[in-house]
């Protein structure tokens, strides 16, 4: 998820009044500890405060409640089986890089070598896409995440 996503949704967790732990937090967001302390800052920078009780049961707790826009997430989890794609199409994305990708065709299992640039993430019902302009067949194409067998960022821009 992006940081924005990730520090709406540690609103959210903490908006039950209920104590986590910063270990907690992090497994619950996929991020390290460190970013949620990070997080934290950020939340408190805008004016919501999160008190912290220091010790081996400590943690952070919301006492005020933030009133948050209902957001429109999907009731099913959606599952990516290498992080590391996910992560690097982010990357390209935000810094708007072309990526190297070896494909998986669903249509006759064969792999293809393309260069594409990302465009946008998308959830296509179950699994995460990628909507990239593709150098191979110089038009807009969409790849599923959980087919791409191999990712390289290019300093191309």
């Given at each position: 998820m992006s940081k924005i996503s990730n520090v709406l949704q540690m609103i959210e967790y903490l908006n039950t009044g209920r104590k986590y732990s910063i270990r907690e937090l992090a497994t619950l967001l996929e991020v390290s500890p460190r970013m949620i302390r990070c997080y934290k800052d950020e939340i408190e920078k805008a004016g919501i405060y999160i008190d912290t009780i220091k010790g081996p049961y400590g943690g952070y707790i919301l006492n005020q409640e933030v009133k948050m826009p209902k957001r429109n997430t999907p009731s099913i989890k959606i599952e990516v089986k290498d992080k590391k794609i996910l992560n690097t199409l982010e990357k390209a994305l935000k810094e708007k890089r072309k990526v190297f990708?070896?494909?998986e065709s669903r249509k006759d299992h064969t792999l293809s070598k393309r260069i594409i640039h990302p465009f946008e993430l998308l959830a296509f019902g179950s699994e995460w896409g990628v909507a990239a302009y593709c150098e191979l067949k110089k038009e807009m194409r969409h790849f599923y995440i959980?087919?791409?067998k191999?990712?390289?960022?290019l300093e191309q821009f």
């Amino acid at each position: 998820m992006s940081k924005i996503s990730n520090v709406l949704q540690m609103i959210e967790y903490l908006n039950t009044g209920r104590k986590y732990s910063i270990r907690e937090l992090a497994t619950l967001l996929e991020v390290s500890p460190r970013m949620i302390r990070c997080y934290k800052d950020e939340i408190e920078k805008a004016g919501i405060y999160i008190d912290t009780i220091k010790g081996p049961y400590g943690g952070y707790i919301l006492n005020q409640e933030v009133k948050m826009p209902k957001r429109n997430t999907p009731s099913i989890k959606i599952e990516v089986k290498d992080k590391k794609i996910l992560n690097t199409l982010e990357k390209a994305l935000k810094e708007k890089r072309k990526v190297f990708i070896q494909y998986e065709s669903r249509k006759d299992h064969t792999l293809s070598k393309r260069i594409i640039h990302p465009f946008e993430l998308l959830a296509f019902g179950s699994e995460w896409g990628v909507a990239a302009y593709c150098e191979l067949k110089k038009e807009m194409r969409h790849f599923y995440i959980n087919d791409i067998k191999e990712i390289k960022l290019l300093e191309q821009f």
